[in-house]
């Protein structure tokens, strides 16, 4: 079973960006598809992106649509979530995921998650 490692997070100013990645253990094609999901202290998982590792298509939380982009590197076994007009709400621990069969194409909210990292801390501030 592949690994995911997760990096980039960091504290940023409401309406900066930021970066991150998760690199895989192995071929990436080895899972079906690859979600980032955000927990907050106190708060749920929440799953914000999700990407199909053969086809690229992609799957986004309401809450975040239009604001943050989830890509992938085949070739470096690589995914990344581009974050743009970060919010307060925003802040949260965020993980990468393996997913695997249907899981991938049902309601993100409902996502099974496979195997995740440690996790990137992401803090937002006015």
């Known amino acids: 079973q592949v690994q995911p490692m997760e990096s980039g997070g960091g504290s940023v100013q409401a309406g900066g960006s930021l970066t991150l990645s998760c690199t895989l253990s192995?071929?990436?094609?080895?899972?079906?598809?690859m979600t980032w999901f955000r927990q907050a202290p106190g708060a749920e998982r929440e799953g914000v992106a999700r990407i199909r590792t053969l086809a690229g298509s992609t799957d986004y939380a309401d809450s975040v649509k239009g604001r943050f982009t989830i890509s992938r590197d085949t070739a470096k076994a690589t995914v990344y979530l581009q974050m743009n007009g970060l919010r307060v709400e925003d802040t949260a621990m965020y993980y990468c995921?393996?997913?695997?069969?249907?899981?991938?194409?049902?309601?993100?909210?409902?996502?099974?998650?496979?195997?995740w990292g440690h996790g990137t801390q992401v803090s937002v501030f006015l």
């Open positions: 192995g071929n990436i094609f080895s899972t079906d598809c």
């Open positions: 995921a393996t997913t695997g069969g249907t899981s991938c194409y049902g309601p993100l909210s409902t996502t099974r998650y496979d195997s």
